[in-house]
């Protein structure tokens, strides 16, 4: 179907900067939303932003004015820049998407894929 495969995590200190990038590959017809998210231990995963096919962003309360989402449409690609990092950042953070996928010839499905996860550590 359709795989994700994120990139640019690490390790940086308090208010440093790092992005994150995924790539969508496979039997691609069109992909919706594309988002990323993050789970630390002990928690749930969650919402960090969100941006649909046309550009349209969302994004949680913690991430608005430090992180920013955007994507390329012909690439497949999503990246978040997060700027101002704080320790409670901390977390694996998943790509997702959301479209239909080819299958057969000119037949297409609905498919819903997650990414293997990218770790960002925030810690002096």
């Known amino acids: 179907q359709v795989q994700l495969v994120e990139s640019g995590g690490g390790l940086v200190q308090p208010g440093g900067s790092l992005r994150l990038s995924c790539a969508a590959s496979g039997s691609i017809f069109s992909i919706n939303a594309m988002a990323w998210y993050r789970q630390a231990p002990g928690n749930q995963r969650e919402l960090v932003a969100a941006?649909?096919?046309?550009?349209?962003?969302n994004y949680a309360d913690s991430a608005k004015a430090r992180f920013t989402i955007s994507r390329d449409n012909a690439k497949n690609t999503v990246n978040l820049q997060m700027n101002s990092l704080k320790p409670e950042d901390t977390a694996v953070y998943y790509c997702n998407a959301d479209g239909y996928y080819r299958y057969d010839s000119g037949r297409w499905a609905p498919f819903g894929s997650w990414g293997q996860g990218t770790q960002v550590t925030v810690s002096s």
């Open positions: 941006i649909t096919s046309g550009g349209s962003t």
